[in-house]
T-cell receptor, first 109, second 113 residues
Framework: GQNIDQPTEMTATEGAIVQINCTYQ??????LFWYQQHAGEAPTFLSY??LDGLEEKGRFSSFLSRSKGYSYLLLKELQMKDSASYLC??????????WGAGTKLIIKP | DADVTQTPRNRITKTGKRIMLECSQT?????MYWYRQDPGLGLQLIYY???????NKGEISDGYSVSRQAQAKFSLSLESAIPNQTALYFC????????????FGEGSRLTVL
């Protein structure tokens, strides 16, 4: 079956670093997406990985290991505005996205 | 103005009523999607369309129907709303020639009493 697992909730401190993990099982694989979603708002695109390795984009980085079915999103220099849910999604062989339930990240001062 | 626009943004209705959620986009994308989001669950795909003459069921299409009136317009209908269809609904578009990134509308919050 197809499945995406990520932690339900994480807490971190302003200015610190946090890593949000995601494991996936999909039929075929055409990439791994991370989206950010503030409460009551639409998801917005953060990153896309299709090859193994680390992609860095400012304070956010995303890592992929295809052999392990594993990805993480790394957020550095956390700011209060980073409090949001982070959604992991894997694209299957039909180019459809399989979504995780999201990780709610709480930032404390 | 938003590239993907949903109307209405909020709607309260009663069981048995017919409801239509509309979505229009100015991104020129061929692919359009309707998702449902419930607290604690991932986004669930209701229907998707790869072009005007293409309509496909997603994982939770029962109780819903769609219409792709034009490349820019994709409507979702609930023929006879029931309380467990209370949810946040998102329309999204994508262009497969790119990474397949989805661009979402602002969402339509539907409450069925």
């Amino acid at each position: 079956g197809q499945n995406i697992d990520q932690p339900t909730e994480m807490t971190a401190t302003e200015g610190a670093i946090v890593q949000i993990n995601c494991t996936y099982q999909t039929s075929g694989f055409n990439g791994l997406f991370w989206y950010q979603q503030h409460a009551g708002e639409a998801p917005t695109f953060l990153s896309y990985n299709v090859l193994d390795g680390l992609e860095e984009k400012g304070r956010f980085s995303s890592f992929l290991s295809r052999s392990k079915g594993y990805s993480y999103l790394l957020l550095k220099e956390l700011q209060m505005k980073d409090s949001a849910s982070y959604l992991c999604a894997s694209m299957d062989s039909n180019y459809q996205l399989i979504w995780g339930a999201g990780t709610k990240l709480i930032i404390k001062p | 103005d938003a590239d993907v626009t949903q109307t209405p943004r909020n709607r309260i209705t009663k069981t048995g009523k017919r409801i239509m959620l509309e979505c229009s986009q100015t991104k020129g994308h061929d692919r359009m999607y309707w998702y449902r989001q419930d607290p604690g669950l991932g986004l669930q795909l209701i229907y998707y369309s790869f072009d005007v003459k293409d309509i496909n069921k997603g994982e939770i299409s029962d109780g819903y129907s769609v219409s792709r009136q034009a490349q820019a317009k994709f409507s979702l209908s609930l023929e006879s709303a029931i309380p467990n269809q209370t949810a946040l609904y998102f329309c999204a578009t994508s262009d497969l020639t790119d990474t397949g990134e989805l661009f979402f509308g602002e969402g339509s919050r539907l409450t069925v009493l």
